[in-house]
């Protein structure tokens, strides 16, 4: 007898087998910022664990999300927060998509995470192949306009390919399905991409989601958001409440408003990494590799004359972790996280190595 649905069968971890307890690696595997988060984030945690851990924190965020709101110009019932953009993906998920009993549109290929929780949830899913040039093939989801579908997800920047759509492609796509949710995951958007929060006052249908685990360095501290008309978050703020009505502890909340209030040390350390890809960008390109463009915190290439595994793997052994994923179309490139200077000056350096030895 078995207690296991054949639903969970597919299911696999995400990446464990990415955060390896090792010391002294190079980590370029997972996208996170290669910078410490803010002097004033570490302050405001070490003040909010001082004071008030025998309370529960504020069960709506109401200071968080009023923040928020103001960063992007919205009203604060526009804003719905999370343990994570994967959390409020996976409610998002749970609220519009569920129970719709048609498919999904997904690019194929696009963040994996969004065929696990279709997988979990139950939900079918429509794939929608990347063009030629590995871009979302806006025309593609054109042509299923008066299918019955259950939403459409878009990551943007798409990841791992790094790729962005502009704004009035996302707005194009906002009426391709107006019944629908247009969920638009831009967990990598501050490093370069235009943000779809700018359709929402206009597009009922479109669900923005953020984090601060990339541009704003806190993968650590667990903080996510969706930005949509009121109705949308309402939905959202339901399905919540029905499992966990303390979704952000309250280090989190006031990690994360210290992290909004320090915009100078932000851009600061943003334009830092951008800078650094586009170093990191030519001299993969000098050492042979085709990279697609990137605006994220990541470059996704490969080497015409070299296995993408197999350099992986040579990366793994010179204690560098880069990301490859073994799947159609892709698995001949290597997501890139930026790190600092000095990381991804050991990165080149030891894909200099790893050539010259053939
Ligand atoms: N969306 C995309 C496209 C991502 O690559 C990631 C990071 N793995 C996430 C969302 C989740 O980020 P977090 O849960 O740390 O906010």
Same mark, same amino acid.
């Not at 030629?132 to 093939?137: C, I, K, M, Q, S």
């Not at 391709?176 to 629908?180: A, N, T, Y």
């Not at 009505?245 to 952000?248: F, N, S």
């Given at each position: 007898m078995s207690f296991t649905s054949p639903h969970l069968a597919g299911l696999a971890p995400y990446t464990p087998g990415e955060q390896p307890a090792i010391e002294g690696l190079v980590k370029l595997n997972t996208n996170e910022n290669p910078y410490p988060p803010s002097p004033r984030v570490l302050a405001a945690i070490e003040g909010a664990a001082r004071t008030g851990l025998q309370l529960y924190p504020d069960p709506e965020s109401c200071a968080l999300r009023k923040v928020i709101a103001r960063h992007h110009g919205v *009203?604060? *019932?526009r804003v719905f927060v999370g343990n994570g953009s994967d959390e409020v993906l996976a409610l998002v998920f749970d609220a519009f998509f569920r129970h719709a009993g048609q498919p999904l549109l997904l690019p194929d290929?696009? #963040?994996?995470f969004y065929q696990s929780v279709c997988r979990w949830l139950g939900v079918a899913v429509r794939q929608v192949p990347l063009d030629?040039?590995?871009?979302? *093939?806006l025309a593609a989801f054109e042509a299923t306009r008066g299918e019955a579908v259950a939403g459409m997800v878009i990551a943007n920047p798409n990841a791992p390919t790094g790729i962005a759509l502009p704004l009035n492609a996302l707005a194009r796509l906002a009426r391709?399905?107006?019944?629908?949710v247009l969920l638009v995951d831009e967990a990598y958007v501050d490093f370069g991409a235009e943000s779809a929060t700018a359709l929402v006052a206009r597009h009922p249908n479109v669900l923005v989601v953020q984090t601060l685990s990339k541009s704003r360095a806190l993968?650590?501290?667990?903080v996510g958001w969706a930005i949509g008309q009121a109705p949308l978050v309402d939905a959202l703020t339901r399905v919540k409440n029905s499992f966990n009505? #303390?979704?952000?502890d309250r280090l989190a909340q006031a990690g994360a408003i210290a992290a909004f209030e320090d915009q100078a040390y932000f851009e600061r350390q943003r334009d830092a990494v951008v800078h650094c890809r586009e170093g990191l960008l030519l001299q993969l390109e000098d050492l042979g590799f085709s990279v697609l463009p990137s605006q994220t915190n990541f470059v996704f290439a490969r080497h015409p004359a070299h296995d993408a595994a197999q350099l992986a793997a040579a990366l793994r052994a010179r204690k560098v972790l880069v990301r490859h994923f073994a799947q159609p179309r892709i698995d001949q490139y290597l997501r890139i996280s930026v790190g600092t200077p000095g990381q991804c000056g050991q990165l080149v350096d030891a894909l200099v190595h790893i050539l010259q030895a053939g």
């Open positions: *009203d604060p *019932d290929v696009s #963040y994996s030629e040039g590995l871009r979302v *093939d391709v399905h107006p019944q629908r993968a650590g501290l667990r009505a #303390y979704p952000l």
